[in-house]
């Protein structure tokens, strides 16, 4: 596609339940990134994929949350036994060159209620 | 490691003001720099970048960024506002060599931009 695609592009969830926040990346970028923003908050960087190489998961804030990239193609961010300060939105990026910026989508909007 | 400070979380103009929004970071290498902006309900979209070369770097919608090395800066400026500016504005930047590949943001400046 033309841009980066995220769904569902709102979420509410119970807390305790598990979600799966998925990410279709702009053809032939091969880095993909997950960041959080929370409410009145700058973006918190998630994880990393590019290409075949092991993603940098260090931003990661629990073992609740977990993400799969398929090759070069769609990310799912899951993030198991919701709590309600898991409720943000989550943005994915992808980019050519991480040296020239990424492009974002819109983001999926989590609450847990 | 590297940070962004943004200096002021709202500014409100008015329409046809000039407006500067702040940023200054810090990192111990080389740096690129960018301007994003966010409007309500959507993603983030590239206003500009700096990467090398002149420091006054133009971007969309009418925007400019000077990137200041002795300050550490790289303040947004348009000098007329319209009321579709209203959005949040992110500066970020990521040290260029290593292995370092994260944009790391800033809080956002809320631009308000009134009638």
């Known amino acids: 596609g033309a841009g980066v695609s995220q769904s569902p592009s709102n979420k509410v969830t119970e807390k305790g339940k598990d979600v799966e926040l998925r990410c279709d990346p702009i053809?032939?970028?091969?880095?993909l990134y997950w960041y959080r923003q929370r409410l009145g908050q700058g973006l918190e960087f998630l994880i990393y994929?590019?290409?075949?190489?092991?993603?940098?998961k260090s931003g990661l804030p629990s073992d609740r949350f977990s993400a799969e990239r398929t090759g070069e193609s769609v990310s799912t961010l899951t993030i198991q036994r919701t709590q309600q300060e898991d409720s943000a939105v989550y943005l994915c990026?992808?980019?050519?060159?991480?040296?020239?910026?990424?492009?974002f989508g819109s983001g999926t909007r989590l609450t847990v209620v | 490691a590297q940070s962004v400070t943004q200096l002021d979380s709202q500014v409100p103009v008015f329409e046809e003001a000039p407006v500067e929004l702040r940023c200054n970071y810090s990192s111990s290498v080389s740096v690129y720099l960018f301007w994003y902006v966010q409007y309500p309900n959507q993603g983030l979209q590239l206003l500009l970048k700096?990467?090398?070369?002149?420091?006054l770097v133009k971007g969309i919608n009418g925007f400019e960024a000077e990137f200041n090395k002795s300050q550490t800066s790289f303040h947004l400026r348009k000098p007329s506002v319209h009321i579709s500016d209203t959005a949040e504005y992110f500066c970020a930047v990521f040290s260029s060599g290593g292995s370092n590949y994260k944009l790391t943001f800033g809080k956002g400046t809320l631009l308000t931009v009134n009638p």
């Open positions: 700096y990467l090398s070369g002149s420091t």
């Open positions: 994929f590019q290409g075949n190489s092991a993603p940098d």
């Open positions: 990026a992808s980019s050519s060159d991480r040296n020239y910026g990424y492009t």
């Open positions: 053809s032939g970028h091969t880095a």
